[in-house]
Nanobody
Framework: QVQLVESGGGLVQPGDSPRLSCTASGFMQDTYAMAWYRQAPGKEREGVACIAMRPRITTVADSVKGRFFISRDDIHHTIYLDMNSLKPDDTGVYYC??????????????????WGPGTQVTVSS
């Protein structure tokens, strides 16, 4: 059973630069892409960033490009989302996800195989 656990959310101020982490366990396959999604109240879940396993190809949503950066540590089965210059519009529940694929990644929510429970990020002064 694959399990994903996100951490690092909470209440932050505009302009802050927090880091989210997601650690996975219980893999049945050894090749996978990982991704971050977010969902604001009353809105659909949207892809934020994803990262392939080999090579380390990344895709970042236009809404956060240049401010959010995704990275991964395969030894610890962990991905990170470094968020910079946060805005109130970045508020939402942030989820990580796993998709079994090797050399690419994609941001469609329907393509993911496993999801974490999510961590709330609230950007407010």
């Amino acid at each position: 059973q694959v399990q994903l656990v996100e951490s690092g959310g909470g209440l932050v101020q505009p302009g802050d630069s927090p880091r989210l982490s997601c650690t996975a366990s219980g893999f049945m396959q050894d090749t996978y892409a990982m991704a971050w999604y977010r969902q604001a109240p009353g809105k659909e879940r949207e892809g934020v960033a994803c990262i392939a396993m080999r090579p380390r190809i990344t895709t970042v949503a236009d809404s956060v490009k240049g401010r959010f950066f995704i990275s991964r540590d395969d030894i610890h089965h962990t991905i990170y989302l470094d968020m910079n210059s946060l805005k109130p519009d970045d508020t939402g529940v942030y989820y990580c996800a796993v998709e079994y694929r090797l050399n690419s990644c994609q941001l469609s929510p329907t393509g993911q195989d496993y999801w974490g429970p999510g961590t709330q990020v609230t950007v407010s002064s």
